[in-house]
Antibody, heavy 115, light 110 residues
Framework: QVQLQESRPGLVKPSETLSLTCTVS????????WSWIRQPAGKGLEWIGR???????NYNPSLKSRVTMSEDTSKNQFSLKLRSVTAADTAVYYC?????????WGQGTTVTVSS | QSVLTQPPSASGTPGQRVTISCSGS????????VYWFQQLPGTAPKLLIH???QRPSGVPDRFSGSRSGTSASLAISGLRSEDEADYYC???????????FGGGTKLTVL
């Protein structure tokens, strides 16, 4: 079955760029939407954005100025870059297949923004 | 402040039927499908209901969804202790061109 695995950047310094990659196994990323979602500790889910295998993307308007998503079909991966991070970007970050029909999720990776 | 509105908490006793509401607007729930996710403690969310009322394979038929106007609801019948979790609704918002979530409802099985 399809499995998603987020990379583990761990600690990111304030004002720097958070970079995450989601590696997909069990199916090709071609021909589908792929999303990023985050969840600060003790809070709800926040959709960050989605990318289609053709490169089309939609982003959360509240994050749009700082977010870029991309895909690499040769590696069966898609990626997230979030610029100028602050402590408010500390969260568990999930990648998922679909959007809004997010039917397969990665296990999540914790990203902490701290100097 | 979430675009979709859910009650922060709900509760019930084993065997009871519980419903969780999700209120939106004419730009999201009104014209678009609603999805429900279950998040057990310490785990990633899991798709529970898609396209308003369809259950993915493996989801018990105790879970059901419905949509009417700009609101949707999730019903859980025959409540079990293992249903204790956070539940989130989501939909596409055409005005925002984005997926929007509800704030989540924490279900407690008493």
């Amino acid at each position: 079955q399809v499995q998603l695995q987020e990379s583990r950047p761990g600690l990111v310094k304030p004002s720097e760029t958070l970079s995450l990659t989601c590696t997909v196994s069990g199916d090709s990323i071609s021909g589908d939407w792929w999303s990023w979602i985050r969840q600060p500790a003790g809070k709800g889910l926040e959709w960050i954005g989605r990318i289609y295998s053709s490169g089309s993307a939609n982003y959360n308007p509240s994050l749009k100025s700082r977010v870029t998503m991309s895909e690499d079909t040769s590696k069966n991966q898609f990626s997230l870059k979030l610029r100028s991070v602050t402590a408010a970007d500390t969260a568990v970050y999930y990648c998922a297949r679909g959007g809004p029909n997010m039917h397969v999720w990665g296990q999540g990776t914790t990203v902490t923004v701290s100097s | 402040q979430s675009v979709l509105t859910q009650p922060p908490s709900a509760s019930g006793t084993p065997g009871q039927r519980v419903t969780i509401s999700c209120s939106g607007s004419t730009s999201n729930i009104g014209p678009n499908y609603v999805y429900w996710f279950q998040q057990l403690p310490g785990t990633a969310p899991k798709l529970l209901i898609h396209t308003d009322n369809q259950r993915p394979s493996g989801v018990p038929d105790r879970f059901s969804g419905s949509r009417s106007g700009t609101s949707a609801s999730l019903a859980i019948s025959g409540l079990r202790s293992e249903d204790e979790a956070d539940y989130y609704c989501a939909a596409w918002d055409g005005s925002l061109s984005a997926v929007v979530f509800g704030g989540g409802t924490k279900l407690t099985v008493l």
